[in-house]
């Protein structure tokens, strides 16, 4: 069976010795990156610390009805991976091919012959191979037949659970992204490019950017202070994810960004969520409106008065990626 080239997103393709962690990698956790801690420990002794990836979820080429929404675009996961250590990056194109390969057959042919792992760094939750067949067991069997040793790292546990990104995106999902920002260790990003709207922000006072183009899962409706950064620019934000059912309308992810005039149609701009403030609802008039968003505003600028400092005006989740080269 001929599988694809690898693509290498980080790092040489070249035949080093290497200490390998396999893995989808969205959102780039504290359970991700307890791997990736273990993952350096093991390369003390000269191999390479790389991360074995794929270029889409698995699960949507094997069960397209299941495959989750994304936590993290390529360019940001890329970026978070190599903060955390990994010295190389590679993705494996997942398709039938790679599907229907076996627990033995992928560490042969993949972490072995193409990759030359001496060490795998894995969770006791990992499985691999054709159906989910392979698990931390098998691979440690096979790893001692074909000459692989395995490191297995206990799971990271959070309020008596292990943090995952299903954890991540039930938190989202219920607008609780302070509890995403406790599983993620940062907070949740949005980025995308300001398009124009309909203008009624500005009518009311607030004028907003209406951020379009997203790669990866917004939290719940509702309104949300925010951290807002574009061209080495950071401002606070209040941002509304909704419908606008005040005046009807489709859902919509704007920021309204405080102490800022700036002309920002077409630039690309990175949302962090902090806390949600409240659920939309519906107003009387434009008037109710006003004085709620006036609220909101304030409950932000207050919101992110000391934390706005900490966070850097560059990455991490940058805005875009170098090609990668295959292999």
């Not at 606070?236 to 920021?255: K, M, N, Q, S």
Request: glycine share 10%; proline share 5%.
């Amino acid at each position: 069976m001929t599988l694809g080239p690898l693509m290498w997103l980080a790092g040489t393709p070249d035949d080093a010795a290497r200490a390998v962690t396999v893995g989808v990698f969205d959102g780039v956790h504290l359970g991700h990156r307890a791997l990736l801690q273990r993952l350096r420990e093991e390369s003390v002794a000269g191999l390479v610390p790389t991360v074995l990836t794929f270029d889409r979820h698995p699960l949507s080429v094997v069960a397209p009805e299941r495959a989750p929404e994304r936590l993290t675009a390529d360019a940001c996961r890329l970026d978070l991976l190599r903060q955390a250590g990994a010295a190389a990056v590679v993705a494996l194109p997942f398709d039938a091919k790679v599907a229907a390969l076996g627990p033995e057959a992928f560490v042969r042919d993949v972490l072995l012959a193409r990759l030359h792992a001496r060490v795998a760094v894995v969770s006791s939750a990992f499985r691999f191979g054709a159906g989910g067949r392979g698990d931390s067991a098998a691979l440690q069997r096979i790893g001692r037949e074909l000459g692989l040793e395995v490191r297995e790292v206990p799971p990271l546990m959070l309020d008596g659970r292990r943090v995952s990104s299903t954890r991540v995106r039930q938190a989202l999902r219920t607008g609780d992204v302070e509890r995403a920002t406790r599983l993620l260790g940062r907070h949740h990003v949005l980025d995308g490019v300001v398009e124009r709207g309909v203008g009624r922000g500005r009518e009311l006072g607030f004028p907003t950017a209406n951020l379009g183009g997203l790669e990866v899962l917004a939290p719940a409706e509702g309104i949300y202070a925010a951290w807002a950064r574009w061209a080495g620019e950071l401002r606070a934000a209040a941002v509304f994810v909704g419908r606008r059912l005040t005046f009807e309308g489709d859902r919509t992810v704007e920021a309204h960004l405080l102490d800022t005039d700036a002309e920002l149609y077409g630039a690309r701009l990175t949302l962090g969520f902090v806390r949600r403030l409240r659920d939309d609802r519906r107003f009387a008039g434009k008037r109710e409106l006003a004085a709620q968003i006036a609220d909101d505003v304030q409950t932000t600028r207050t919101t992110l008065a000391a934390l706005l400092s900490t966070i850097p005006t560059a990455a991490p989740c940058c805005h875009g990626s170098a090609g990668p080269s295959t292999r």
